[in-house]
């Protein structure tokens, strides 16, 4: 199903070839100022970062998954269908809750757009984690 398997983070950034690790570095750098207590871990050998529960991940193209064949570097985000996206910026394909954006270049990473979308799917994230607290409190 893959073409890699990874044991940790440095394995996967030492990996990617140079073209996408400038893009996995400006998106993940991105991520770390919006969320700078997230937890990065390896899933699926591609970092997924996380605060009550998986909020994002980035997915190049250099790991495969299956047959489906990218062009660029996803940052996709695990509850997509959740957001606004009030920009039209994300992509769905056949997919009911994950939406990415496909980046082929750092020149088309939209800093303004990511970072408005990462805000609404923290604030996604903190809103989860608070309704989950309050039906334990019942």
Not at 81 to 87: A, G, R, T, V
Not at 101 to 118: F, G, R, Y
Request: glycine fraction near 6%; hydrophobic fraction near 40%; include cysteine.
């Amino acid at each position: 199903m893959q073409n890699v398997n990874f044991g940790n983070l440095a394995e996967f950034y030492n990996f990617i070839p140079e073209a996408e690790s400038l893009i996995v570095q400006k998106l993940r750098n991105i991520i770390h100022t919006c969320m700078p207590h997230c937890t990065e871990k390896l899933s699926y050998n591609v970092p997924y970062f996380s605060l009550h529960n998986t909020v994002c991940f980035i997915w190049p193209p250099s790991v495969q998954w299956g047959n489906s064949k990218q062009k660029g570097v996803r940052l996709g985000f695990a509850k997509g269908y959740l957001l606004i996206d009030e920009y039209g910026y994300l992509d769905k394909g056949t997919r009911k809750q994950i939406y990415w954006k496909e980046i082929t270049s750092v020149e088309q990473i939209d800093e303004e757009i990511i970072i408005a979308l990462l805000c609404e799917a923290i604030m996604l994230d903190e809103e989860h984690e608070a309704a989950k607290r309050m039906r334990k409190q019942r």
